[in-house]
């Protein structure tokens, strides 16, 4: 623990101006990120006497290390500042809501040539109307379905779409009248686009000119004797007030306003939206999230304008926010707001009436949701405390294990061995902190140790070393490291981590290598913890404790123990340790299976630089297959379309020095494959040496071997 006077700057340092300051800890890593009209009065606060700080601030205190700040010239843009910090850092002790990204929406995509109607979940895109958010996605197509009677909007995917168009047939919405299928041109394009914006009209409140106008064509093919449409008419009158029904009117005078509510108690708030437009709720959304600070109810609703309206511009911010209680000072956030939508915005509590009413609406929805997730969380936080206090006792650690990784090595008799290393935090998987291994081998060798067994062993050692070094590195500050690490160490989408990638700054961000585990945990037993501790102490590293779990009898080593720690079937530690186990082997092993998907669909042509995927195909598209491509001269690979002279020479150079594989042989009926089925880069399978035959069975036949 820390003392603040350690690092407390003299106030004479501090400028009496407007800005943003951080508090960072030991590792570098920014923990707490605020804002102040005056930076001197707001950071003294901060260094008082310990017994005067509320118990969250004291932690946050003596937790850091160090504290800096940036001055801006004015609070609006101090809270700009802010809000990029937070989501930039993500720091522990700031108060954030959980991610509504989840939430679904009506979209539009007014971008296409032929807009289409469809549920939409994820970061909004340029070009596309939004409407929502709603509870359910279900409630989306309820009202979709109700609405293609009046308004037949393309729904269907690109692909649909396509097919529809070469084939010249309409999908089963075209012949039942809930789509105008402007993909066999029973549409104009400018006709269709103007049947979305009509859509859109209906569904952003302008709701009185349709049904007017269907009204009176109704009464004029009624007294043209037309009952037939008439009676279509009078059902598509029906749907509109349905599909209006389920957003009744709750503020008469077609206000467009967003009603905020919060429910609070000393450890944790709930946050309720409701989005009216048209005088109409058409969206509701929440959050709930831990009070890690000091914080008021002013101060958390402007957490929650921020993460409402921090990446929305134009008519996504509504000229009227309604929020229980106000931010100190108001006049930075409402100007904020207002920059944000191009005009003004008026943010004020409601005092009476209609509005007033919806408020305690909300708010009974805020009370209620705070009231579900205590009850649904409350149990698991208190099994995870009690697992993570079980596995310090069992270990002899000094502290709970607030930040475990685990390791695994997954390989196939030998091949495309790869490890794993997962984390979890509080007892609760941290996905964007995992990362994956390519075993190199020893002193660097690129080749992997056939003939050798599978050395788990000598891997464990290498991934252990590789990721502490970098530790290492970025804790003495230096943004490198000493030994180039693999280019294929990845993040967990496919990335590629490059050397100094990682630790090129010292800014504190999240998912870096640079924060240590307080417990490494390895998939296996003595003999993987010992090459492990082998690795940390060969680094110098004695502040980590290591444990392994062996499969067979689920039984914990720790180093130097000849005997391996029993914990109870019904522990809550070991059920943790079981679930970090498992989920780095499957980490592992979705990684394994990838690259080894991928060495199976290798092809010759893969070498060939400028040869992409496209004229791939059509040269196998062209010939029929990889062999007749093999025995084909340069005049004959250019008459292929896109094939110049110069690249049909490079293939033919490329194929010839590929020796051709062996037949590969089905082992469930001993059938010789027919290479006639060969495709570039798609179902040919290539073995690891040339004229290696390759044994092709089934499936589980090999998954059955993985490690």
Not at 549 to 563: F, N
Request: charged fraction near 30%; aromatic fraction near 6%.
């Amino acid at each position: 623990m820390a003392d603040p006077s350690s690092y407390r700057p003299s106030p004479g340092q501090i400028p009496d101006s407007p800005g943003v300051y951080r508090f960072r800890d030991e590792h570098r890593r920014v923990i707490y990120v605020g804002k102040a009209k005056s930076l001197r009065q707001r950071l003294a606060n901060y260094f008082q006497d310990l017994a005067n700080l509320h118990p969250r601030t004291r932690s946050m205190v003596t937790t850091a290390a160090s504290v800096e700040w940036t001055v801006v010239s004015t609070e609006v843009e101090a809270l700009q500042l802010e809000y990029s910090w937070i989501k930039e850092y993500d720091p522990r002790f700031n108060v954030k809501y959980r991610d509504d990204k989840s939430y679904p929406y009506l979209a539009v995509t007014m971008n296409e040539e032929f807009p289409r109607v469809q549920v939409m979940r994820g970061h909004k895109k340029k070009g596309v109307r939004y409407f929502g958010p709603y509870g359910h996605a279900w409630a989306i197509r309820d009202t979709v379905d109700l609405l293609l009677r009046v308004f037949p909007v393309r729904t269907c995917s690109a692909g649909v779409f396509k097919n529809a168009a070469r084939t010249g047939r309409p999908c089963l919405l075209g012949y039942i009248g809930k789509c105008s299928a402007p993909c066999v041109e029973r549409i104009s394009a400018e006709d269709h686009r103007e049947l979305a914006e009509e859509f859109c009209d209906f569904m952003a409140g302008r709701t009185g000119t349709y049904l007017r106008r269907l009204e009176r064509q109704m009464a004029d093919a009624a007294e043209e004797m037309e009952y037939e449409r008439a009676a279509r008419l009078r059902d598509d009158i029906g749907a509109l007030k349905k599909a209006m029904e389920k957003s009744a009117v709750v503020l008469a005078d077609a206000t467009d306003a967003d009603l905020i509510a919060v429910a609070e108690d000393e450890l944790e708030a709930a946050v309720q939206i409701f989005h009216v437009r048209g005088g109409r709720v058409r969206g509701q959304r929440g959050w709930v999230t831990d009070k890690v600070e000091e914080i008021t109810t002013g101060a958390l609703v402007e957490h929650a304008l921020q993460q409402l309206y921090g990446e929305e511009k134009g008519d996504a911010v509504p000229r009227e926010v309604l929020v229980p209680a106000l931010p100190d000072p108001v006049e930075p956030v409402q100007q904020w707001l207002t920059d944000r939508r191009g005009s003004g915005v008026s943010l004020r509590i409601p005092q009476r009436g209609d509005k007033k009413a919806l408020m305690e609406t909300v708010q009974r929805n805020a009370q209620q949701s705070l009231v579900l997730h205590k009850t649904k969380r409350a149990s698991d936080l208190t099994t995870r405390s009690r697992a993570l206090e079980e596995i310090a006792e069992a270990l002899g650690l000094d502290s709970a294990p607030l930040r475990i990784e685990c390791y695994d090595i997954s390989h196939l008799q030998g091949d495309d061995v790869v490890a794993s290393m997962v984390v979890f935090e509080d007892g609760l998987a941290r996905k964007s902190e995992y990362r994956r291994f390519q075993i190199k081998g020893r002193a660097g060798e690129t080749q992997l140790w056939h003939g050798q067994g599978q050395d788990d062993v000598r891997s464990m050692h290498e991934v252990i070393t590789r990721r502490f070094r970098r530790y290492l590195a970025a804790k003495e500050k230096t943004g490198e490291w000493v030994e180039e690490p693999a280019a294929d160490e990845t993040l967990p989408d496919g990335e590629a981590v490059r050397a100094g990638q990682d630790l090129k700054d010292e800014d504190g961000r999240p998912k870096r290598f640079a924060y240590p585990p307080q417990l490494v945990v390895v998939d296996g037993g003595q003999p993987q913890v010992a090459a492990a501790q082998r690795a940390l102490d060969e680094l110098g590293i004695d502040d980590i404790a290591v444990c392994g779990l062996a499969k067979r009898l689920e039984e914990v080593w720790v180093p130097g123990e000849d005997d391996p720690v029993i914990l109870p079937r019904t522990s809550e530690g070991l059920y943790l340790l079981q679930r970090v186990r498992d989920e780095a082997h499957r980490f592992a092993i979705t990684y394994q299976r990838t690259k080894r998907a991928k060495r199976f669909r290798a092809s010759p042509l893969d070498d060939v630089p400028g040869l992409g995927e496209t004229r791939k195909q059509a040269l196998v598209k062209h010939f029929g297959s990889l062999k007749k491509l093999r025995s084909a001269t340069v005049d004959q690979i250019c008459e292929v379309p896109g094939i110049g002279r110069k690249t049909a020479e490079t293939v033919a150079a490329a194929l010839a020095v590929a020796a051709p594989a062996a037949p590969a042989v089905n082992t469930a009926t001993g059938e010789i494959m027919d290479d006639a089925d060969e495709t570039a880069g798609l179902s040919e399978t290539t073995a690891d040496t040339p004229g290696e035959p390759v044994i092709a069975g089934p499936a589980d036949e090999r998954r059955g071997q993985e490690r």
